[in-house]
């Protein structure tokens, strides 16, 4: 199992810590701005305050931080389809490259083993090098046009308006928990 970094901790988000967890979306999307995959409107977005709180209750928000410290990355997660979804995952810049995202990762698949769920699912840029690839490492495939699940297809269609899902694809990873 991947350990977070010394001098981190991954544990469930609380209510408090929403004000930082914005603070890190808005950092971590600013990654996006030179690849022009995401609409520069769009670039300002984060995950709403209300979608955070009514995650943190059921459990669906983890956050890496510093030993008694605010949150510096996270990770949201919903049950789609079958699936635990990994709905986003993001790290500040100034704590990244040192192995929180797949620390987190590692955490959120420790989560759908306790949830008796046998796929993470997520989509995400094929190509950009803390995506795809970085996704592919940790063992997700790329799934084919034909195994897109209707909710995947509306999810897609919903990302449209503000991404390039040309350049997007969907990934799972088995888990095993049995």
Known sequence: MERPPNGYAISPAMLDDIT???EVDLAAGQLFAPTGLIASEALGDHVPPVVFEQAISVG???KAHVADGPA???SLVSRRGGTLYLDQISVHPDHGRRGLGAALIHQVFQLARRR???RVTLSTFRDVP???PFYRRLGFRELQRRELADWMLDLERVQAASLDVS???FMMRKIGWL
Request: proline share 0%.
């Open 20 to 22: 930082a967890l914005i």
């Open 130 to 132: 803390w995506n795809g």
């Open 72 to 74: 510096v990355g996270f």
């Open 60 to 62: 669906d928000v983890l």
């Open 167 to 169: 350049q997007r694809c």
């Open 116 to 118: 008796k769920m046998r």
